[in-house]
Structures are given as C-alpha cells and as structure tokens.
C-alpha cells in the first residue's frame, strides 16, 4: 500500500476507534453516576445539568484539553463551540422528532440556565475578538461554570426528593464511573490523533475539523442520552444534559484548556461561530421558554437550521 494511503488509513482508524470508544465509555460514565445521583433523590433536571451533563461532556472536556496541550487551540475550541451547536440543533431536534418534548419545571430556573449557557459565549466574544484566548479571560469563564455548579448544587439540595431505587450496587455504579472515564479519556487522544493528521493532509484547519468531524464524535453521547431520554418520556433529563453539557464546554472545557496553555485561535469562530452559537441558544431557549413544549415540527425545523449551518461550514472551507 501506498505510504500515504496508509497514513490516511490509520488516521481514519484512530478516528473511527476514538468515536467507538468515546460513545462506550460515555454510555458507561452515564450509566453509573446516574444511577448514583437518582440514588441520592436528586431530580432528572438537575441529574441532566450535572452529572449527565458532566458525563456527557468528558469527551468534549478530554479532546479539548489534549488538542490544547499538542498546541492545536483551534481544534479545542471548534471542538467545544462546534458541539454545543449540534448539542443545540442535532441533539434536540433528533430527540423531539422523535417523540415531542415537554419540559415541566421552574420557568425562572430554566431561563437561569439559559444565561449561564449564553454568558460564557459573551464572554469569549467580548474578551477574545482579536482571536487570543487569554488565561485572564479563561479563567472567568472557569469562574462562571464554577457559580453554575455552586446555584445548582444548592437548587438540588433544597428540592431533594425521596431516593430511587436503582440498579447495581454504590460500589459498583462507582466503578463503571470511574472506568468509563478511563475509555473517554483514552478515546478522546486516539481521536486528536486521527483527527489532526487528517485536517493536516488534506489542508483543512484544525478549526473546522473541530467544528465538523470531531465535534460530532465527541457530540454522540449527548445525542444517544437525549434519544433515549426522550423515548423514556425522560425529556426534562434530556434537555437539562444539553444545556448542561453545553455550560460545561464552554465554561469548563474552554476555560481549563486555554487556563493550562492560552494561544490564539481562528478568528472566523470568535466572530462567526460563537456568535451562531448565541443566536441558536436563544432560539431554542426562547422556544422552550414560550409554552415549556419542543414539537415534532420544532424539532424538524432545528435539523433543517444544523443542515443548513453545515453548508455554510462547507462552503466557508478551511
């Protein structure tokens, strides 16, 4: 076989086996700190904002900071931007195609939700138009998801409820947690490998590789949680792990990786991307926020925006 056939081979390999064991060891994260969490009475709201939220995001927080430490900061950042987009429009739209979504719960806490998922993307427009993420900057948005977790871990220690019983003992549920995470984060490098060597072949920024190909890897967990969620007639669970996977990205994974190594970045993201971001968040938000309701139509119409976002990716080019 030709050495450059090879080469692209074993990157689509490496790629292909990351995205296999991201969405394996994801599964695994989900299923134990959930069945945790219910343990405790804590409700599916606040277990979708935190603990799925979190699970689900440990690919996006292992891919973003691995690309980050190989000095590939476009990657990190189209990775976290470019999955809270699919997280917005794919996730969603697939689960309320699926089956029509109603969000029961608090309106005033629900729009509290949605300003901690819009301020982090305010904050890197405003601190990083130059494209430079700077530590300063990094650092608040580390500062943001930190009162995040302080509102809404109080929020569930006043509205505990009754504990579930659930499946699997503590001591088990704690080590499917802890393996799960062992696989995503083995996953994730395999997937910057593959990911990087092939946006570097074929001429394509780090950027868009991390917008398109690697944001939709590391966006599956949250697109299989949301589905199942929503066939459960789970759709609190399902909407609170994508708003709550999307506060982590931009909060934590943005933050901590560019806290760790701060560098410059594609200036097309912090002007064009991040900017889509907010919009799609307030669409959806506002949507959700007019009768607590995501319709089949909705839905179909949020995977007719995502197509349409992934043509103006295509046609913008590397």
């Known amino acids: 076989?030709?050495?450059?056939?090879?080469?692209?081979?074993?990157?689509?390999?490496?790629?292909?086996?990351?995205?296999?064991?991201?969405?394996?060891?994801?599964?695994?994260?989900?299923?134990?700190?959930?069945?945790?969490?219910?343990?405790?009475?804590?409700?599916?709201?606040?277990?979708?904002?935190?603990?799925?939220?979190?699970?689900?995001?440990?690919?996006?927080?292992?891919?973003?900071?691995?690309?980050?430490?190989?000095?590939?900061?476009?990657?990190?950042?189209?990775?976290?931007?470019?999955?809270?987009?699919?997280?917005?429009?794919?996730?969603?739209g697939v689960a309320a195609v699926i089956r029509p979504m109603e969000v029961v719960g608090d309106r005033g806490a629900l729009l509290r939700d949605l300003g901690f998922g819009l301020l982090p993307a305010l904050v890197l427009v405003a601190g990083s138009w130059s494209g430079i993420i700077s530590r300063p900057v990094a650092l608040v948005l580390v500062g943001i998801f930190t009162l995040f977790l302080v509102v809404t871990l109080r929020v569930a220690r006043a509205g505990r409820q009754e504990r579930v019983v659930v499946g699997g003992s503590p001591w088990g549920n704690t080590a499917l947690t802890v393996v799960g995470i062992a696989v995503l984060v083995w996953g994730a490098d395999l997937m910057v490998r593959g990911g990087v060597a092939i946006a570097h072949r074929f001429g394509i920024s780090d950027a868009i590789i991390g917008l398109t190909l690697v944001a939709f890897g590391t966006s599956l967990p949250e697109l299989a949680t949301s589905v199942a969620a929503s066939l459960k007639g789970q759709s609190a669970l399902s909407v609170g792990n994508v708003l709550g996977s999307n506060i982590f990205n931009l909060g934590l994974i943005v933050g901590l990786a560019f806290a760790i190594r701060p560098g410059g970045v594609p200036v097309f993201v912090i002007r064009q991307d991040i900017p889509i971001l907010v919009a799609v968040t307030l669409i959806v938000g506002l949507g959700i926020l007019r009768n607590g309701k995501i319709s089949r139509r909705e839905g179909g119409i949020m995977l007719a925006m995502f197509a349409a976002y992934f043509v103006f990716l295509a046609q913008r080019g590397s």
């Open 1 to 92: 076989m030709d050495p450059a056939a090879h080469s692209l081979l074993l990157s689509l390999l490496l790629l292909a086996g990351g995205a296999a064991m991201l969405g394996l060891g994801s599964s695994w994260l989900v299923s134990g700190a959930s069945r945790l969490a219910l343990g405790l009475g804590v409700t599916p709201m606040v277990v979708g904002l935190t603990v799925v939220g979190f699970g689900t995001s440990m690919p996006e927080l292992s891919v973003s900071v691995l690309a980050s430490l190989r000095g590939s900061s476009g990657l990190s950042l189209g990775n976290a931007v470019g999955s809270n987009i699919m997280n917005l429009l794919l996730v969603l």
